[in-house]
């Protein structure tokens, strides 16, 4: 897997000490309040877990699948929901967790959709931005780094389903999948 990064952007130690800083804020802001973290499966999932043990108030987790991509690494613009929330958002103070936001497509689809199910609130909490690939305005809440516009692996990230379990972020060669 190592030989196909063509460099390392974010290591482990770093990306943790970025979200100690971003759960600290989180914990502060949601005190008294009804928070749901809502991961955005499977991109975010380890950004989520990581994130939710450093959260130091109550906080309840759900999930819901989305795809927009398939195997390409370029969206395709159509946002489907694969798997929704297990219980109900009424009166909850939703934090949507993401690993990337690129175009914005699928955030914007996924906010659309939960704004209309009477939240109290909905902010997002995003690992990483790519802010030069914006389609759609999204207003992000908590980002963790702005980042290239480049394909990036690990931590989550996928290029068709591998390289999600690398401890580190990196961008990925463009041979492996200009092919
Ligand atoms: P958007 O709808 O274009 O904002 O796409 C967001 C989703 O695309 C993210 O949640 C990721 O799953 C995926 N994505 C976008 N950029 C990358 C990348 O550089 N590497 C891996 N996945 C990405
Ligand atoms: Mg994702």
Redesign the pocket.
């Known amino acids: 897997m190592i030989e196909d990064i063509q460099q390392v952007l974010f290591t482990e130690e770093e990306i943790n000490i970025k979200i100690r800083e971003m759960a600290k804020k989180i914990s502060y802001d949601y005190e008294g309040k009804e928070l749901l973290v809502v991961g ?1 499966l ?3 999932v380890i950004f989520t877990a990581e994130l939710v043990k450093r959260i130091s108030i109550p906080c309840g987790m759900d999930f819901m699948a ?1 795809s ?2 398939g195997d390409s ?1 370029e ?1 395709t ?1 159509v ?1 489907r929901i694969l798997k929704d929330l297990d219980h109900s958002v009424e009166g909850k103070d939703i934090l949507i967790v ?12 996924l906010l659309n959709y939960l704004k209309a199910r009477k939240a109290r609130s909905i902010e997002i909490v995003s690992l ?1 931005s ?1 802010p030069e ?4 305005d ?1 207003d992000v809440k908590y980002l963790g780094f702005e ?1 290239p516009d ?4 690990g931590y989550g ?3 068709a389903e591998k390289y999600r379990n690398l401890p580190f972020i990196g961008i ?1 060669k463009r041979e492996v999948y200009a092919k």
């Open positions: 955005v499977k991109g975010s989305v927009s991509y690494s969206t613009g946002v993401e690993d990337i936001i690129d175009s914005g497509v699928t955030l914007n689809y990483l790519k690939r914006r389609k759609v999204i980042v480049e394909f990036l692996v990230l996928d290029y990925l």
